[in-house]
Structure formats: C-alpha cells, structure tokens
C-alpha cells in the first residue's frame, strides 16, 4: 500500500492535465521503462560492481552525453557566472551523483520494491529546495502530492518495522 501511494504522489506533483497520449508522453514513459529496467539490472549488479562505480559511471555517460548534445546543436555555453557555476557543480554533485549513489548503496540492502519507493520523494524534496534556495512556491498540486509520498513512505515503513 505504502509504494503505491508514494508512486500515486509523484504522478499527483508532476501531473499537467490534458491528453494522456501525445509523443511527450509517449516519450516519457519509454524513458520510465528504460529507467525501470537499468535500475533492475544496477540491483543484480551493485554488489559486484559497486555502488560508486554505478554511480560515476552513469554521471560520466550523462555528461559526456549531454556535452556533446549541447556541442553539436549549438546550445553550449561558457557564460556562466560564478555564483551559477557554484550552484550548478552543487545540484550535480547532489542531484546527479550524490543521489544515485546512495539510491544505487540502498538496492545492496533494500529489496528493490522499498528502494523506489523511497526514491519517489525526489520530487517532494526539490519542492521543498526550489522554495528555501530559489523562493519558487510550490503549487497546490505539488504540495498535494508531496503529502501523499510522505504518507506513502510513513505506511512502507511501518510495514517494514512491524516485520
């Protein structure tokens, strides 16, 4: 119960009306499949690989990725400021590397059900940090569905403690 409520907050904080069905969505979720499934093999693999190996290594294809995208379509730029290069090495270093290093630790203990949706908060958190370091407020739907992770998360790990 507590993973689907979790799951059905973070559809509620991204969800933007409209039709069901269009090539964003489609686009979406083959993304959602694609992530799904290397997240299933990173839970066969952590123990072999290691955690921080999964971690760097996906950061790496990230970057490398999206550098040359940036290249070839003529959108690099190197006009950056100090402080917003200090802030973009700070969200990468949590949100790119950070993150899924702890998220890929957390699959060498958890059983892979209890690890997504643990990481389903995401959405809720950067909520939370785009207001205290942005000033950007929350809408009602986010607020909404951050309450429904956080339910979720409550339920799972009460599940869990009464084992």
């Known amino acids: 119960g507590g993973v689907v409520l979790a799951v059905a907050g973070a559809f509620v904080m991204m969800y933007q009306g409209g039709k069901f069905i269009d090539s964003a969505n489609l686009f979406m ?12 093999l990173t839970k066969i693999y952590v123990k072999t690989v290691g955690a921080f190996t999964l971690a760097f290594s996906r950061t790496l294809f990230l970057f490398t990725f999206l550098a040359g995208y940036a290249l070839l379509s003529g959108k690099f730029q190197l006009e950056i400021t100090g402080n917003l290069l200090g802030l973009t090495f700070v969200g990468a270093l949590v949100g790119a590397f950070l993150g ?12 892979l059900s209890k690890a997504v949706a643990v990481r389903s908060i995401e959405p809720f958190f950067a909520t939370i940090f785009s207001l205290v370091i942005l000033g950007i407020l929350p809408v009602i739907r986010q607020l909404i569905g951050g309450i429904i992770i956080v339910i979720g998360i409550m339920i799972l790990n009460l599940a869990a403690s009464r084992k």
């Open 100 to 111: 899924f290093f702890l998220f890929f630790k957390s699959l060498s203990f958890y059983a």
């Open 29 to 40: 979720l083959t993304a959602a499949i694609i992530s799904a499934s290397l997240i299933f």
